[in-house]
C-alpha cells in the first residue's frame, strides 16, 4: 500500500480505545510510524530504542519513555507472509496511569478487606454468643466442674436414681 497509515490507523485506534491502552504504534523495519494517538506523529519514526530484539523475531515487556512519557509497553514482530520480520507494533500504558490503577485496586482491596474482616467478627460474635447461651453462659472449665460435681454426687447415692428426659428416655440410672 502506498499510504498504509490510512488503512491501519483506523483499525489500530479502534483496538487501544477498546483495550484502553494509552497508545498502540505500528511501525516498519525502519521503525516509521503507521499509526499513533496523536495523527501529527505518524510518518515519524519510533522513539524510545528498543525495538532492537523486536526485529530479531522476539517479543519483549520493556519500560521506556517515549512522546507520550515514560510507559510500559510490549512489543512484537510483525512478519510478512514468507516469515520476514517487516515492522513491529508496540502497545502500552503510561507508568503514571499504571500507578493511579494501582492506587485505585489498592484502596478497593483494603475496603473489601475491612468489610471482610467486620463480617468475620460479627459471625464470630454470634456464634459465640449462641454457644454460650447453648452452655447456659457457663466457661468450659465451669461444665467440667458440674459434670465432676454431678458424678461425685452419684457415686456418692446409696439409693437408685432413674433420671427420664423429656422424651421420656432414661438418661441416667
Request: overall charge positive; hydrophobic content about 40%; charged content about 25%.
Amino acid at each position: 500500500n502506498e499510504n498504509p497509515s490510512s488503512s491501519i490507523q483506523p483499525i489500530v485506534e479502534k483496538i487501544r480505545k477498546k483495550v484502553g491502552a494509552e497508545f498502540i504504534v505500528v511501525g516498519n523495519k525502519n521503525e516509521v510510524r503507521y499509526s499513533h494517538p496523536n495523527p501529527l506523529l505518524i510518518g515519524h519514526k519510533m522513539v524510545g530504542g528498543d525495538n532492537n530484539k523486536v526485529f530479531k523475531g522476539k517479543e519483549i515487556v520493556s519500560e521506556s519513555t517515549g512522546t507520550l512519557g515514560p510507559s510500559l509497553r510490549g512489543k512484537a514482530p510483525i512478519y510478512d507472509d514468507k516469515g520476514n520480520v517487516i515492522g513491529v507494533v508496540s502497545v502500552g500504558y503510561l507508568i503514571k496511569d499504571i500507578d493511579h490503577e494501582a492506587k485505585v485496586f489498592s484502596k478497593k482491596l483494603l475496603k473489601n478487606s475491612i468489610v471482610i474482616l467486620l463480617f468475620g467478627i460479627g459471625a464470630a460474635f454470634l456464634i459465640s454468643f449462641n454457644i454460650k447461651k447453648s452452655i447456659f453462659g457457663l466457661e468450659p472449665k465451669e461444665i467440667g466442674r458440674m459434670y465432676k460435681e454431678k458424678h461425685a454426687i452419684l457415686e456418692s447415692i446409696h439409693e437408685g436414681i432413674i433420671a427420664i428426659d423429656e422424651y421420656g428416655e432414661i438418661t441416667v440410672v
